[in-house]
């Protein structure tokens, strides 16, 4: 991987986590012994919400930066989790802490859109037998390679 590149990215996710971290400490001041009318606590409500929301949201993307930091630190940025490969550096530059190369990605939003419509599939036949089975009870349901839906209850 080319030097210059790495050190820019570094450089890049420095600065990120610096702001998000400044971000989230200026964003929690808002938080402490709210005091008002109704009107005042329902949208200090809403801010709390929206806050918790950003923090959960920014927690996320610090992680990611950290580990890719890490990875960084390693020498192992920019390599696919998954098949080893070297990631493409566009792909990098666009997605700077892309885990996967563009390959292993599609595969795996393949298998997640497969999973998906399975468990559209699965809803839509307890719908249709919602007297036979009670979608609360069941636990796990799958299609079986014959394409039969198991149940589990
Ligand atoms: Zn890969």
Redesign the pocket.
């Known amino acids: 991987m080319d030097r210059h590149f790495l050190e820019e990215q570094k450089q890049f996710f420095i600065e990120t986590l610096l702001e998000l971290q400044r971000d989230l400490d200026l964003k929690w001041t808002g938080e402490q012994g709210f005091q008002g009318d109704e009107i005042d606590a329902f949208e200090a409500e809403k801010e709390r919400v929206k806050i918790l929301r950003f923090k959960k949201r920014s927690s996320a993307f610090l992680r990611k930066i950290k580990r890719a930091l890490k990875k960084i630190e390693s020498h192992c940025y920019g390599e696919?989790?998954?098949?080893?490969?070297e990631?493409a550096m566009e792909r990098l530059r666009a997605r700077p802490t892309a885990e996967?190369?563009?390959?292993?990605?599609e595969?795996q939003e393949k298998i997640e859109n497969q999973t998906y419509k399975q468990s559209a599939k699965v809803y839509e036949l307890f719908s249709a037998n919602s007297d036979k089975v009670n979608p609360d009870q069941v636990t796990k349901a799958f299609i079986s390679n014959s394409g039969k839906i198991e149940i589990v209850q």
């Open positions: 696919c989790e998954e098949c080893g490969a990631i996967l190369c563009i390959d292993c990605k595969e």
